[in-house]
């Protein structure tokens, strides 16, 4: 599995949450050892990248301080990095402090959902220590983004948001080879709106950034078949497919196997490598 890391046309991005009440899986990981082995797991079923987070950003989430936060998060990523983790390591905060002290810790990516927002120091935090980030679009904030969000048009303005927040990253001195762009599946955005940026997802490509998209167990699945959080995989399976179809190149999962698996058949279907002749036909 480690071996085709590195060379897969995407990356998976194996969500590890370290809180009490993220909305699929809170409470499970939330003593470090159950937490780290957790991580290896998804390290050895094909992630490219392990994202750590301590602070819960479903819709209603109560804010965590940054100690708070540190004390879940940092020796989960040290444990990680102990035990010779192969994938890269991503810190899922907004605060710069937790960023800050991820990063000495050995992490090397920022996940920001607040795309900069959050902290007036994460840009030059980010800057300084020529850390990846990946910047995400949300609409208002966790505790109110899913009243009634409203847009003119959904993709044309995630767009030219994430347009802007890449000038603005760059402005601060972070290399722009360095960031990835979200468009922030379920952070303020309807059922509609969510499978809008997915169909015309092709229109954030454009942007010249990869693209990573988190759909995995979102509410939008459960309200399109019907499932309840831990029967939402197949759903999770098509949205990843088709977003790798449309140009999204990392893809931010709780199941990491099984994604990817459909993303190894999905990219080989894509560029047919089937056509140069091979020793099994089936
Ligand atoms: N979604 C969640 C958290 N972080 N980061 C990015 N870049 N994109 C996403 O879509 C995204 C994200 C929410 O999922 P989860 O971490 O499982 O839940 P919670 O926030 O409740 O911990």
Redesign the pocket.
Known sequence: MSESRGQAPFRV?G?V?V?P??????GLYLEPDAAIAHGLELDSSGAAIL?I?G????PG?APVSADEELSRVLPVIEGLVAKGAKAQISI?TSKAAVASAALAAGATLV???TAFRGDPEMAALVASTEADC???HMLGD?RTMQIDPRYEDVVVEVKSFLEERVAFAVAQGVDEGRI?L??????GKSVDHNLELLQRLDELVALGRPV???????GFIGKLTGREMGERLPGTIATNVIAYERGARVF?V?DVGPVHDALSVAAATVTAPWRTPTSSTR
């Open positions: 991005m969500v949450n809180t009440d993220s909305f699929s899986d809170g994202d987070g602070e819960s950003t479903r989430a899922d996940n920001d959902v990946c910047l995400m966790p990835m979200d468009p922030g599946i379920g952070f990573a998209i988190g759909t995995s167990r979102k931010r709780h």
